[in-house]
């Protein structure tokens, strides 16, 4: 029997337990049926679409405190509180938290320690997309901290999904380096292919008979240069 192995063993499970306990994360889940698109979202990680016509659709929500007041006053209401950290002498710094517990987000999943306010309660929209198809890009909040949605798009224009996301990836890192959680995915939505045109119809064989008399006849086929007679 391997005792040190086993007390390496026993001491994870009791660091992951406690780790587990503060520990927190962000969730944008994405399904794509047909034509018709449904994203269930909490915290920052957003989704956007950009239909092949131009248009620019965000289709998660920002549920950092600094940019929601719907979230702010839900927290409020329910008798939490929101404010930034007290740095001494009055002064506050940083964006703002929800009391107890200092989170920036309204939403996540996990995250027992920080209370009842911070609830797991996915925000959800569902749109029927143009079904000329457009370009869908899902990331963390390390990107949208460096990059609007503009520039995220304009930064990987013409590129594939693979190369797109690595794209957007080192143009967000580019101004401060890796400071943050950057994870990008990027999703082209293609119109489906035109059926391929249809091959001229064949000529029809012409079949012409002259009946000679009950029972004799000649047919020709068009193309045969020899008759042939039945009986």
Known sequence: MNIHGENVLICRKSCFSEVAKTSGTTVTFVILEGWVVTVASVGDSCCIFESAEGGIYHLSADHRLECNEEERHRITASGGEVGRLNA?????????RCWPGGLCLSRSIGDMDVGEFIVPVPYVKQVKLSTAGGRMI??????WDALTAEEALDCCRGMPPDAAAAQIVKEAVKPKGLRDDTTCIVVDILPQEKPAALPPPKKPVKVCQLEMKPGEGISIHVGTSNPTIRK
């Open 88 to 96: 001494g002498g009055g002064a506050e710094i940083g964006p703002l």
């Open 138 to 143: 899902i990331s963390s909040d390390g990107v």
